[in-house]
């Protein structure tokens, strides 16, 4: 029997998250069931909280440190482009997001109301404080990423690798599975409280410009590399469909590889600067994420009443690039990397970072599918530069 997919199993929630909140208010008229699911929502999201900070320190410490042991100088600017490109990503997602969400929320009827005041409550709540604070977590991955890149003993590193493989098992085993059920308890509140219609008007919305954006940011991101590369930029990006359409099967940069590796290939990059580039930024490389994630973001924010600035989302894009490092290899991995910054940086409440775990996943195969075909225009832009600094095919600097 084929195992329903997680796509799925959100969709399913969704929808019976809306049916629980219609008969509940409009022929039980009474909240036993939404309290229920509110309860469960409320142990889930105190639980997420205990785990954010162990998500950055497995994923950005172990990353941070196979980045350190890489190849010289071509491992440098692959690194360069690959951080430049998100971050151009996530800054072309603020501009779009700001020219038309405004005009969504308000066409849908306005700001839906402060979670905290419309939604029902739990029938008890269960405290789970995090072991130490969201900064403070991002400290501590910097500082043992950098050191175990910075000296030979491998042990700890080793350690660290082991702790990221324990947190993945937590997301794939436990929150990853749980997530239709708190998905099903956000919109069951949402639609007791009057609100379920604004935000899936929303939600449509914004699923349709992010597909949009990230189209646009393929072709960007190829007309910069096939002009410096002297390429056909819409030929090369043609040669790199199959990798998209197996990103959309896959929704993980990770299983992708052996077809990205093949049709980037097909574009002239070398076999070692290729076997060198396209795993690295499978890992680092991460634009549909991004514009997804910042998109996404702002919407939230603007249901909740908040006018996004600049200078509120541009330090979350540039600290995005680098929370995320390894998560691509877990579907859905990005948003859980990212959600200590959506605490932390944006002020997002659990109802909130419900919503933007909604949002995220119903589209976290095209997200993928972007992240991978853009490895291609970083390879090719990597292999120019290996062909003119004098780098061997292997990545390693000549002496």
């Not at 690295?280 to 702002?298: D, K, P, Q, R």
């Amino acid at each position: 029997m084929k195992k329903v997919g997680l796509l799925t199993r959100l969709i399913i929630g969704l929808i019976f998250g809306i049916l629980v909140g219609y008969v509940s208010k409009e022929f039980l008229q009474f909240d036993a069931l939404v309290r229920l699911l509110a309860t469960f929502n409320g142990i889930f999201g105190g639980f997420l909280s205990y785990v954010i900070p162990l998500i950055i320190i497995g994923f950005v410490a172990p990353g941070i440190a196979e980045l350190g042991k890489g190849a010289g100088r071509l491992l440098g600017i692959t690194t360069l482009f690959a951080y430049v490109s998100t971050v151009i990503a996530g800054t072309f997602a603020f501009l779009v997001g700001t020219g038309l969400l405004p005009k969504i929320v308000t066409a849908v009827g306005g700001h839906a109301s402060n979670p905290e005041e419309a939604l029902v409550k739990g029938f008890f709540q269960v405290d789970m404080p995090p072991i130490m604070g969201v900064m403070t977590a991002l400290i501590t991955a910097f500082l043992f990423g950098l050191g175990m890149a910075s000296i030979k003993n491998k042990s700890l590193y080793q350690v660290t690798k082991d702790f990221q493989e324990i947190i993945e098992k937590v997301i794939q085993s436990v929150i990853i599975p749980l997530l239709p059920i708190h998905i099903a308890g956000i919109f069951a509140n949402m639609t007791y409280a009057g609100e379920v219609a604004k935000i899936m008007k929303i939600f449509g919305s914004v699923f349709a410009i992010v597909i949009l954006c990230h189209l646009i940011m393929l072709v960007f991101q190829y007309v910069i590399a096939g002009t410096t590369t002297g390429k056909n930029p819409f030929t090369a990006l043609k040669n790199m469909v199959p990798a998209y359409l197996t990103a959309i099967g896959t929704q993980s940069s990770a299983a992708t590889i052996p077809v990205t590796l093949r049709c980037a290939k097909k574009n002239g990059i070398s076999d070692g600067v290729a076997d060198f580039a396209i795993p690295l930024c499978a890992t680092i490389h991460l634009s549909g994420s991004t514009i997804t994630l910042t998109m996404c973001a702002m919407a939230v924010m603007m249901m909740g009443g908040i006018d996004p600035s600049f200078g509120m989302m541009f330090p979350f894009v540039l600290m995005l690039g680098v929370t995320m490092v390894a998560a691509p290899g877990v579907p859905g991995g990005a948003v859980m990397a990212a959600l200590g910054l959506l605490q932390s940086m944006l002020g997002f409440n659990e109802a909130q970072l419900g919503l933007m775990i909604a949002l995220y996943l119903t589209q976290d195969s095209f997200g993928t599918a972007c992240n991978v075909t853009g490895d291609g225009a970083i390879a090719l832009l990597s292999n120019k530069f290996a062909k003119g600094s004098g780098t061997v095919a292997t990545g390693v600097e000549v002496a």
